[in-house]
């Protein structure tokens, strides 16, 4: 019987209809992110320079972050991710000298980057620091969460939570946007380091909104009080 014969025998009205609506929600409820930032955010702007580097070669970070664009340029960076994403920010802090305010979205953290991160602030090489997590890792690792907002916090940061899948740092006129997170990647990755003032505002204005709005209603883990060592 041909496909055809086959199609204009079913009995297409006695199927079970579907509905879309009474399917359960994923979430118990709305996206906080949503309802904390309100709406889309886009920013447009012109780059007079742009320069690319194919770095999946190499496995230092310090081989990889060899110089930060100058102003008005972008660097776009591919590297197989043979280090630690907070590596790549420690190496950029280096080659600027001391930051002032640095910010992070990040699905997650390890010991190292929060190792380091605390190191940034008890050295002076940050003033401070602002973290924005993802929900999920605050459930999946909620020990390394507690320590993380435990010590950051004691030293003046900002550590909140929401349900973001964002990968961004930023400090003074530096925008860092990527595929992959402080924590080890052991994956092909993209970066791109852009030196401009106007999207560095950008970035720096809706992590501060969306860090405030959710630190009103987030209540940080209490798991793992130890304290790291200044």
């Not at 006695?14 to 509905?19: M, R, T």
């Not at 580097?53 to 590297?79: K, N, Q």
């Not at 043979?82 to 997650?108: C, N, P």
């Not at 991160?117 to 090489?125: E, F, N, T």
């Amino acid at each position: 019987m041909a496909l055809a014969d086959d199609v204009s025998e079913l009995q297409l009205d006695q199927l079970p209809s579907f509905d879309a609506e009474a399917l359960p929600a994923l979430f118990d409820e709305p996206h906080r992110t949503t309802k904390a930032l309100g709406r889309e955010r886009t920013l447009t702007r012109r780059s007079p320079g742009r320069r690319h580097r194919d770095a999946r070669r190499l496995s230092a970070a310090r081989d990889v972050v060899t110089e930060l664009p100058r102003a008005g340029e972008s660097l776009h960076l591919l590297h197989v991710g043979h280090f630690d994403g907070i590596d790549l920010l420690t190496v950029a802090l280096e080659l600027v000298g001391d930051g002032d305010h640095l910010r992070v979205a990040s699905l997650g953290v390890n010991d190292r980057t929060l190792e380091a991160l605390a190191s940034m602030l008890d050295r002076g090489r940050v003033r401070t620091v602002t973290l924005l997590l993802s929900h999920y890792f605050s459930h999946v690792d909620q020990t390394l969460y507690g320590r993380t907002h435990a010590e950051l916090t004691r030293r003046g940061g900002r550590v909140a939570i929401a349900r973001s899948h964002a990968k961004v740092w930023t400090f003074g006129p530096y925008s860092f946007e990527g595929s992959g997170n402080l924590r080890s990647c052991k994956s092909l990755e993209q970066l791109t380091i852009v030196n401009d003032a106007e999207l560095a505002a950008f970035h720096a204005a809706w992590i501060d909104e969306l860090v405030a709005e959710c630190l009103k209603e987030n209540r940080p883990c209490a798991a793992g009080s130890q304290r790291l060592k200044p």
